[in-house]
């Protein structure tokens, strides 16, 4: 497969609203694959004509109470692996956490194209409250609301630029 767009952050960002969004094809989706892809969800999107694979992880890990750090990490080196451009998606409603550093320092090693995304970005406020992800040290991001919408058009001409 070419052209695998991995999302990653960690739970309760909105990756899985995202990724529904992305899927216009529901049918497409794989899900529930066992062994280690048992907790990610394939499938297909298109963007100006490009066609790429998108990949959701964490399915299975709930809340974030309980979170267990190694499967985050887990999940984070697989899309690595597997991905030819990951997408990092943060949440400016909690702003920057212990796990979004966590996860910002394996991913400022990667060679490949990584994107980071502010998500939850419905109002004025918060698009000025978005300003402190440049912190993660991962350069320029993109502000959406995956929600209804927002941004994600300047989002995906960046994506299937990169891919
Ligand atoms: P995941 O755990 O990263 O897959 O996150 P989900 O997609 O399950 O979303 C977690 C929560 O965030 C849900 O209650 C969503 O409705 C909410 N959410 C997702 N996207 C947005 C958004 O753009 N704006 C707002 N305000 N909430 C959102
Ligand atoms: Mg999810």
Known sequence: MNNIVAIVGRPNVGKSTFFNRLIK????????????????NYGKSEWNGKEFS??????????????????IRKQVELAI?????????VDVEEGITPMDEEVA????????????????VDSAKRTNDALEFYNLGLGEYFAI?????????????KLVEVL
């Open 54 to 71: 998108v990949i959701d992880t964490g399915g299975y890990i709930k809340g974030s109470d309980d979170i267990f750090e190694g499967e």
């Open 81 to 89: 692996d597997e991905a030819d451009a990951i997408l990092f998606m």
């Open 105 to 120: 320092k394996l991913l400022r090693k990667v060679t490949k194209p990584v994107i980071l995304v502010v998500n939850k």
């Open 145 to 157: 609301g995956g929600m209804n919408g927002s941004g994600t058009g300047d989002l995906l001409d």
């Open 25 to 40: 094809r529901r049918d497409a989706i794989v899900d529930s694959v066992s062994g280690v892809t048992r907790d990610r």
